[in-house]
């Protein structure tokens, strides 16, 4: 029974490195929402099992959360965004795919060889989970820089928050209230931050951040 | 012994708040400056009596500080000296402040800062930790900050504050540094654990050069003093004379308690680099004192100048020490001390009178004084025997510290070392020409600003000084005489700390006839200041009867040689920069790349000649300057970093966070 839990623990954390990826060469807004979507949901069903396996019940509220707000709400209030500033269909790509695919595999390397070194002697499954974290938080860094949009800037900052919440169900006794305050500072800075999409639209006429380097008079 | 002392420094931190809260009204330099003046008396009288009476060493832990540590103060024979040097400047600052406070421009900017100056040196002194002792170092170094540029509005006392705060940072690291290689890895900095630890040879090597530097560059050792001629003259005149004559004392008490009593047995190599320094020192010192025309910078240098002095003696000191010759190191460590004291003393008592003549005049520039004799003949005559002292002449102070230091120096041959055999007599030739300069020094110092003819009006009206400074100065000045005339009594004061400090000691001097010392034996040397003095009077009051009395007492005034011009204006007199100029020929084309350009107008042209001057500050240009400029161009440079767009931020907080992990990852 050890060994099935901790089969599916790997399983769904190493599903979530892998949705990041997919989120990698979405070059459509909405498809990349859906991706979104799909990571929040996938790190919910990563939670409950993790809340399973520990017989922590209180991760089970964490799972809801995920569940909830990041698979459901903000996906859906993102694709509103989305489609009331009329930029759904607009395709962006900065990087080359395979580029950003063979970026992305050295940075689960990366992380993967350094979380084994550092955490030798811990949890065989907070260890795994920690390394997998540590490649969504990467993912997610790497998906702010090569993208322009700023909706797509937004995505890859949520699922960077959603690789810290693994690594903090991955350790065990983690309080609930700390989970909680978490989710919310996120909801906070969602709220926030699409506020000032609406607000650059309306100056700009444009969400590309690119409009604003040039407004700041400055060649990139 | 050392909760007083404690509670004497906390009464003075607590003048400071007293000091904000009268700072409008009118008798807030009165209330502040006699409070000082009261409890460093207080504190120099205890000093004074732990020093008399040599009880053990008495410490205190208070729970401050390193919660592992707490706060180690502790009282022994070498604070209880540095504490009678560092009170006795401070009453007499005080005494003096009571008078002068009254021509600040702003006083509310100087009279919170200067009780805490006074208790942060009083506390470097008595700290017996590495924390305490640097905490106390930086809060000396930024109150004394607060007091530079205390006159903010003149933009060149910006900038000597703003040399000055980096200066001392950089001081205040290497001494960090110092006292971590000396703590070592387990974090025993109390002064105990590190006396008891004894230090590789190698890491002793670099405690010594990392101190030499921290502490040098407070007391102004070259090339570390460029701050000191910016800020000393910078602060008000009182200050000016408690950095001048105390603060770089507490410097040199810092050298001598990390290299002498916490550093262990010293190499005999160590003092080739404290001599050199020291030997250097005091020949720049001299020789920029003299290309000067600001009396203070003129003071200020000469500071440098001394410090040299007391850092070749302290060189000499280790030397002996290295070689177990203690009664020699008894004498080296004896001259240097007694230095440090008569050079706070003299040195206090040329600042006030710099300090009275810039508050009678309004200028501190000799070629705008002169004649000042006949207004202020009080502070020129104290004047005059602090330029005595401070020249070594006898029958005064400065005698006999620096007499001591040449026959310390003149035991060299002693030494079995050759290196040392050749340096020491030529670090005793460079103090032997140091001396003769200052001579020079100081004549140019008095003459141009007190005897001649007054060279602007405002020299013209000057008015004597008031009671209070009058009376600091005359207290200092007849120091300066009681020091010089018995010795023997502070040879024998200072025994026991030079006896904590190499085991040896000189011999007892109260007993010698005639009040004379002597310092090794008397078929060797001695010197009788008693005797010098009764005869320089006796023969000055028969010399004086004998004009007076057999001859005609009138004054007579008769017209001056003017050179044969019709109308000998003030302006054709000897000036500051006149006076200097063979001293400029002969040392400083070298020294300094002086040069003179004289331009001498065509026949027929009504047009002046001109003659300029241009001196290089060498040290400056060639260390400081170029490090300014590498600091300007890398700054210009990251500038760049100011105005990059948000993506690129966001890739270089990425690209960090990468090359992090990848260093994490390859770590051996």
Not at chain 2, 412 to 433: D, R, Y
Request: with cysteine; glycine share 8%; proline share 5%.
């Amino acid at each position: 029974m050890q060994g099935l839990t901790f089969d599916i623990a790997h399983m769904l954390a190493g599903s979530l490195v892998l949705v990041s990826f997919m989120q990698l060469y979405q070059d459509r807004l909405s498809a990349l929402l859906n991706m979104f979507a799909l990571h929040a949901f996938v790190l919910a069903a990563s939670v409950a099992w993790q809340a399973y396996a520990q017989d922590a019940p209180h991760l089970y509220i964490t799972a809801l959360i995920a569940l909830v707000f990041k698979a459901i709400i903000i996906p859906l209030a993102l694709r509103r965004i989305v489609i009331r500033l009329g930029i759904h269909r607009e395709i962006e790509n900065v990087f080359g795919v395979g580029l950003a695919m063979l970026l992305g595999i050295g940075l689960v390397a990366l992380s993967m060889v350094v979380m084994l070194r550092v955490t030798s002697g811990a949890d065989p499954l907070a260890r795994e989970d920690l390394a997998f974290a540590l490649s969504v938080v990467l993912l997610g860094l790497l998906m702010m820089v090569t993208r322009r949009n700023a909706v797509s800037q937004v995505v890859g900052f949520m699922s960077l928050e959603n690789g810290l919440v693994l690594a903090a169900t991955g350790a065990k006794g983690m309080p609930l209230v700390v989970e909680i305050s978490i989710a919310f500072s996120v909801l906070i800075a969602f709220i926030v931050i699409g506020i000032f999409l609406f607000r650059i639209r309306e100056r700009f006429d444009t969400v590309d951040v690119q409009a604003m380097d040039r407004f700041r008079g400055e060649k990139r | 012994m050392i909760s007083y002392a404690l509670f004497g420094v906390l009464a003075l931190v607590a003048i400071a708040p007293i000091a904000v809260a009268l700072s409008a009204s009118p008798n807030a330099i009165s209330v502040v400056y006699g409070a000082c003046l009261i409890v460093t008396l207080i504190l120099f009288l205890l000093a004074l009596e732990t020093l008399f009476s040599h009880p053990a060493a008495s410490t205190v832990t208070l729970p401050l500080g390193l919660p592992w540590l707490g706060a180690h103060f502790r009282i022994d024979p070498l604070s209880a000296f540095f504490l009678v040097t560092v009170n006795l400047g401070g009453a007499a600052a005080s005494l003096f402040a009571l008078g002068y406070g009254r021509h600040e421009e702003a006083p509310q900017r100087v009279l919170p800062f200067f009780p805490v100056y006074l208790a942060a040196m009083n506390l470097v002194v008595l700290a017996d930790d590495a924390f305490t002792f640097l905490v106390s170092w930086e809060f000396m170094s930024l109150s004394s900050w607060a007091l530079v540029i205390a006159n903010h509005r003149v933009q060149e006392n910006m900038r000597a504050g703003y040399v000055y705060l980096l200066m001392a940072s950089f001081g205040t690291l290497t001494l960090l540094l110092a006292f971590g290689l000396l703590g070592g890895g387990d974090g025993a900095y109390a002064f105990d654990a590190i006396r008891a630890a004894h230090p590789e040879i190698g890491t002793a090597a670099l405690v010594l050069i990392l101190a030499l530097i921290g502490a040098g560059s407070k007391a102004g050792l070259v090339p570390l003093h460029a701050w000191l001629p910016l800020a000393h003259p910078a602060a008000p005149s009182h200050v000016s004379a408690l950095m001048s004559g105390v603060m770089t004392k507490v410097a040199v008490y810092g050298f001598i308690r990390i290299t002498f009593d916490l550093l262990g047995s010293p190499q005999w190599w160590w003092s080739l680099v404290v001599l050199g320094v020291g030997g250097v020192t005091a020949v720049m010192g001299v020789l920029y004192a003299l290309m000067q025309s600001d009396l203070k910078r003129v003071l200020a240098y000469s500071t440098i100048e001394n410090i040299g002095l007391i850092f070749a003696s302290l060189g000499l000191a280790l030397a002996f020490k290295a070689y177990g010759m203690d009664a020699a190191a008894a004498l080296a460590l004896t001259a240097a001390l007694l230095h440090v004291f008569n050079h706070a003393l003299f040195k206090s008592l040329l600042f006030f009178g710099a300090g009275s003549v810039r508050a009678a005049t309004g200028t501190r520039d000799m070629e705008q004084l002169g004649g000042l004799i006949h207004r202020m003949p009080q502070t020129a005559f104290v004047f005059l025997v602090g330029c005595t002292a401070i020249s070594a002449l006898p029958p005064l102070n400065g005698f006999v510290s620096e007499w001591l230091s040449f026959q310390a120096i003149l035991l060299s041959p002693q030494l079995p070392s050759w290196g040392l055999k050749l340096m020491v007599p030529a670090v005793g030739a460079l103090l032997a020409l140091s001396a003769a300069l200052a001579g020079a020094c100081f004549v140019r110092a008095f003459g141009i600003t007190f005897l001649g003819r007054p060279r602007s009006s405002a020299a013209e009206t000057a008015q004597e000084t008031d009671t209070n400074s009058l009376a600091a100065m005359y207290a200092l000045a007849a120091a300066c005489l009681i020091a010089g005339v018995l010795p023997g009594l502070f040879i024998d004061t200072l025994a026991p700390v030079v006896q904590q400090l190499t085991g040896g000691r000189l011999p007892v001097q109260t007993g010698a006839e005639w009040m004379s010392i002597v310092p090794i034996a008397e078929s060797r040397s001695s010197y009788t200041g008693m005797l010098v003095f009764a005869f320089m009077f006796i023969t000055g009051m028969i010399t004086a009867f004998a004009i007076h009395r057999l001859a005609s007492d009138k004054i007579r005034r008769g017209p001056a040689w003017g050179c044969g011009y019709p109308d000998a204006s003030p302006l054709t007199q000897y000036s500051a920069s006149s006076f200097a100029q063979p001293i400029r020929r002969v040392f400083g084309s070298l020294v300094f790349r002086a040069r003179e350009i004289g331009e001498m107008p065509p026949p027929g042209s009504s047009a002046p000649a001109k003659l300029t001057v241009q001196v290089r500050d060498l040290i400056w240009d060639a260390l400081y300057a170029p490090i300014a400029t590498a600091v300007g161009f890398i700054a210009v440079r990251l500038n760049y970093l100011q105005f990059l767009t948000i993506r690129s931020y966001l890739t270089l907080v990425f690209a960090a966070l990468v090359i992090l992990l990848m260093v994490l990852a390859t770590w051996p």
